[in-house]
């Protein structure tokens, strides 16, 4: 599987320079949402993704709330195709996008995005997701658990 150098994130920065008590309260699930879209294959999303992609990287790096984050999130989830994922996802899809329409804190956007990527087959992402995966789940595991 090949994975085009199409991504870099540039987000990361501009989320790291924000003062911390606005970074801490959004920042880290922002911040774990574009890590987790950069290791998202193309093949694993729909044929739009590439033009709505740069302006998506944009907004999440800028989203003012957790119910912003929710947004891009579910966004992101939109257009994974059904290829990206788990069966049984098509059960627990319509309560996880009304949840997500619902979320309004770190704590949930944590919970749901740890959940959007362990539905997520291997193969729908790069190789080097295996090695970023444990500390990114325990970085979102803390938030989850009200630790951020």
């Known amino acids: 599987?090949?994975?085009?150098?199409?991504?870099?994130?540039?987000?990361?920065?501009?989320?790291?320079?924000?003062?911390a008590p606005?970074?801490?309260?959004?920042?880290?699930?922002?911040?774990?949402?574009?890590?987790f879209e950069e290791a998202v294959t193309w093949e694993a999303v729909?044929?739009?993704?590439?033009?709505i992609r740069p302006?998506?990287?944009e907004r999440?790096?800028?989203?003012?709330?957790?119910?912003?984050?929710?947004?891009?999130m579910r966004q992101l989830e939109e257009n994974?195709?059904?290829?990206a994922v788990q069966p049984s996802w098509r059960q627990r899809r319509p309560g996880w996008v009304a949840e997500?329409?619902?979320?309004?804190?770190p704590a949930e956007n944590a919970r749901l995005l740890l959940e959007l990527e362990e539905v997520t087959l291997w193969s729908a992402v790069a190789g080097s997701w295996r090695n970023?995966?444990?500390?990114?789940?325990?970085?979102?595991?803390?938030?989850?658990a009200g630790g951020k």
């Open 80 to 83: 994974m195709g059904w290829q």
């Open 46 to 51: 729909s044929p739009e993704w590439r033009r």
């Open 22 to 35: 606005l970074h801490a309260q959004r920042g880290e699930v922002a911040a774990a949402l574009l890590q």
């Open 55 to 57: 302006g998506w990287v």
């Open 100 to 105: 997500a329409q619902a979320a309004r804190s």
């Open 1 to 19: 599987m090949k994975f085009p150098a199409r991504r870099g994130l540039l987000a990361i920065p501009i989320l790291l320079a924000l003062p």
């Open 60 to 72: 999440v790096s800028r989203a003012g709330s957790p119910a912003e984050v929710a947004a891009h």
């Open 132 to 144: 970023t995966r444990p500390g990114w789940v325990a970085q979102l595991r803390s938030v989850a």
